[in-house]
T-cell receptor, first 117, second 114 residues
Framework: NAGVTQTPKFRVLKTGQSMTLLCAQDMNHEYMYWYRQDPGMGLRLIHYSVGEGTTAKGEVPDGYNVSRLKKQNFLLGLESAAPSQTSVYFC????????????????FGPGTRLTVL | AQTVTQSQPEMSVQEAETVTLSCTYDTSENNYYLFWYKQPPSRQMILVIRQEAYKQQNATENRFSVNFQKAAKSFSLKISDSQLGDTAMYFCAFMKHVGNQFYFGTGTSLTVIP
């Protein structure tokens, strides 16, 4: 049981390049989330998904796209990277609130450090 | 909108002593959840403790306990018998009853001094 994994762990991009961050979870969770963490600002929600094939915008969605083609995977895409997207990105997953057996808790991956030059 | 405030950017405590981290939040919701997460240098987010707003009893997990004051919208974390491994960034988080969206504070960096 690996929990939540993220690929890659580190990446350096040039302005305008594109890339995709992969998040995978093996806990059969319905909900998945992408956050970014910046110094002095805590974690901010970018996009989230409440099930396979669904996505929704969070607090800071601009410049990012996501897809949830499979229940266990949640992809975060940057089509044209900008220096303002330099950050640490965290993926998380959870069961829906009050679902049978749910701990009502998010499980986080180890993070991806992205630098955009 | 929900906001979570942690007013202590940095704190330190002597090993084996007790320390309290503060958190306040603002919401118009009546049903919600509150969490404390720990982020060590490895950057992984680790759940420390959670509290359901409808429960009056304060949550405890071994050396970790909370003081939940719903009327004051306050949710502080007490760490007893501090250990070197407690050194980390601690985040307070709020989750609405519907939607499973989390709102995080800006964090408190705790250093346990040998």
């Amino acid at each position: 049981n690996a929990g939540v994994t993220q690929t890659p762990k580190f990446r350096v991009l040039k302005t305008g390049q594109s890339m995709t961050l992969l998040c995978a979870q093996d806990m059969n969770h319905e909900y998945m989330y992408w956050y970014r963490q910046d110094p002095g600002m805590g974690l901010r929600l970018i996009h989230y998904s409440v099930g396979e094939g669904t996505t929704a915008k969070g607090e800071v969605p601009d410049g990012y796209n996501v897809s949830r083609l499979k229940k266990q995977n949640f992809l975060l895409g940057l089509e044209s990277a900008a220096p303002s997207q330099t950050s640490v990105y965290f993926c998380a997953s959870s069961d829906p609130l009050l679902a049978p057996g749910s701990t009502d808790t998010q499980y986080f991956g180890p993070g991806t450090r992205l630098t955009v030059l | 909108a929900q906001t979570v405030t942690q007013s202590q950017p940095e704190m330190s405590v002597q090993e084996a002593e007790t320390v309290t981290l503060s958190c306040t939040y603002d919401t118009s919701e009546n049903n919600y959840y509150l969490f404390w997460y720990k982020q060590p240098p490895s950057r992984q987010m680790i759940l420390v403790i959670r509290q359901e707003a409808y429960k009056q009893q304060n949550a405890t997990e071994n050396r970790f306990s909370v003081n939940f004051q719903k009327a004051a919208k306050s949710f502080s974390l007490k760490i007893s018998d501090s250990q070197l491994g407690d050194t980390a960034m601690y985040f307070c988080a709020f989750m609405k009853h519907v939607g499973n969206q989390f709102y995080f504070g800006t964090g408190t960096s705790l250093t346990v001094i040998p």
